[in-house]
T-cell receptor, first 115, second 114 residues
Framework: AQTVTQSQPEMSVQEAETVTLSCTYD???????LFWYKQPPSRQMILVIR??????QNATENRFSVNFQKAAKSFSLKISDSQLGDTAMYFC????????????FGKGTKLTVNP | DAMVIQNPRYQVTQFGKPVTLSCSQT?????MYWYQQKSSQAPKLLFH???????NEADTPDNFQSRRPNTSFCFLDIRSPGLGDTAMYLC?????????????FGQGTRLTVV
């Protein structure tokens, strides 16, 4: 079974600064996807960034980047130049590939960006 | 334009009274998921369909059932809701054939059992 662990229940950062959210996972699969999803208060879950396990290069989307360490089963999210609109719950998620496409989430990190 | 649509957005039901939540998608995705999310918690996968193949999670109560009559629609049936079933229910879809896949979420149905 796949498990996703987020060890930081809450974090805060000052506007314009950089913050890193941690995620580790456990799987015996070799092909899978990893995601970071953002869920603003009372709003829809949206994708922040995606990483294919077979790719060694870390994914980047504007201010968001990941540090993917496959051997260590680690997948952290770095948010640069934090903005007030980044305040949200952030969920790390794992999807199997080529099978049932099961998608499981970590417990989430509540990020607050302070002015 | 909304791609994953959940109805209703809010539902109040009485203890023990069956309730059905609806999800539709315009993405023609193969996979549809149902999650239960309680306040300030992670989404918990209840079950998902890959096309017509139903995948139930081992810890999903028997009280929860699902139907997928066609590619576009998926339903969550709660046969005898208890107070502990009060939660947000999220529907999501994914393409399911590999390559740049991601899950798209609906806005959720907030269910209150009274």
């Amino acid at each position: 079974a796949q498990t996703v662990t987020q060890s930081q229940p809450e974090m805060s950062v000052q506007e314009a600064e950089t913050v890193t959210l941690s995620c580790t996972y456990d799987t015996s699969e070799s092909n899978y996807y990893l995601f970071w999803y953002k869920q603003p208060p009372s709003r829809q879950m949206i994708l922040v960034i995606r990483q294919e396990a077979y790719k060694q290069q870390n994914a980047t989307e504007n201010r968001f980047s990941v540090n993917f360490q496959k051997a260590a089963k680690s997948f952290s999210l770095k948010i640069s130049d934090s903005q007030l609109g980044d305040t949200a719950m952030y969920f790390c998620a794992f999807m199997t590939q080529g099978g049932s496409e099961k998608l499981v989430f970590g417990k989430g990190t509540k990020l607050t960006v302070n002015p | 334009d909304a791609m994953v649509i959940q109805n209703p957005r809010y539902q109040v039901t009485q203890f023990g009274k069956p309730v059905t939540l609806s999800c539709s998608q315009t993405l023609n995705h193969n996979v549809m998921y149902w999650y239960q999310q309680k306040s300030s918690q992670a989404p918990k996968l209840l079950f998902h369909y890959y096309d017509k193949d139903f995948n139930n999670e081992a810890d999903t109560p028997d009280n929860f059932q699902s139907r997928r009559p066609n590619t576009s629609f998926c339903f969550l049936d709660i046969r005898s809701p208890g107070l502990g079933d009060t939660a947000m229910y999220l529907c999501a879809t994914s393409r399911g054939i590999g390559g740049n896949t991601e899950a798209f979420f609906g806005q959720g149905t907030r269910l209150t059992v009274v």
